[in-house]
């Protein structure tokens, strides 16, 4: 009696199991730099890769990996029930049923365990380290700002980031002196008034050289070279030249006022939402809120990975 018992309940947990939706097509493992999009997911698989993409790829990775592993283990559960229903008499059979029982339930364990080790590793690292700007929440998973450009091809030199790596004459973003503002209050670049910000410190004087760098201490400066071709409208902005097109600037969705990012190797974008994208023009212009938003996009003060003026001035990513 006790056998049919337990063989009902392995049934009963192999078809629970086995109606759970599992996906086991390694498609879609690839969400970024795609000729194609996939309607069928949350993001635009023809953007540029970011940190951010990373982080998913890493997340969708791991998910397919547990998910075949968990069939696989589910499925020796299901080959071993059958046995022990068939075991009835045999005590070798039934011996190896319940071993392989035992196996496999100690495998699924063992995955959820390192999924659990991996995730807590990652998510630790990634909150006090270079993914810190791209975590939204505590949980155990990677969740980040697919329209940033921050750690992306666009900020490494291949194109425009939260700060553009096109020169030019004055008023383009990335064209000012590499020289740190002192003894100043008027300009917003200066130490003393990026003292009491995310760049204060012993970073000072760099983010100072940086912030000369891009906007030449002109806050409401528009970028004449981070252009969308589609319609002609600027995208970067303000002290530290914010791209809108990639990066939120405070509360403000400013990607969704465009059809996509504007990046040095696609810069056939455009904006859908005019209104959306002069609020949010308004609020890269605006000297602290520019500044608040270059503290999230530089992990507040440790990464100047987004700014191609400071590798124009030969500032180390990580400082």
Partial sequence: MRQIL?????????FT??????????????????????????????????ACHVLLMTDNIIDWVMQVMTVIGIAVIFAMGILYIGSVGNEKMLSTA?????????????????????????RISGSSGYFG?????????????LSSNAGSAAST???AGAGSTSGGGTGYSGSGSCQPVTNSTSNPCSTTNLASTCFGGSRVNTWSAICQAESSGNASISSRTDICTGDGSPVSFGLFQINISANKVGNLDC???????????????SVTNRNLYNQCVAAAKNAPQN????????SNGTNTGPWGAARRCNIPVKI
Avoid at 98 to 122: E, F, Q, Y
Avoid at 139 to 145: E, L, N
Wanted: aromatic letters at 12%; hydrophobic letters at 40%.
């Fill in 6 to 14: 337990f063989s009902v309940f392995l049934v009963s947990t192999i």
């Fill in 17 to 50: 199991g086995f109606t759970f939706p599992v996906s086991l097509q390694a498609s879609g493992l690839v969400v970024c730099a795609l000729n194609q999009d996939d309607g069928g997911t949350a993001w635009d698989e023809t953007a540029p890769c970011t």
């Fill in 98 to 122: 319940k071993g392989g029982i035992k196996a496999a339930l100690i495998g699924i364990t063992v995955i959820l365990c390192a999924w659990l080790i991996v995730s807590t590793i990652i």
């Fill in 133 to 145: 700007s791209y975590f939204q929440n505590g949980t155990f998973s990677f969740t980040c700002d």
């Fill in 157 to 159: 030199g291949f194109g």
């Fill in 255 to 269: 990607p969704s006022a465009f059809n996509r990012p504007f990046t040095g190797s696609n810069k056939n974008c």
């Fill in 291 to 298: 500044i608040t938003t270059a503290c999230r996009l530089s």
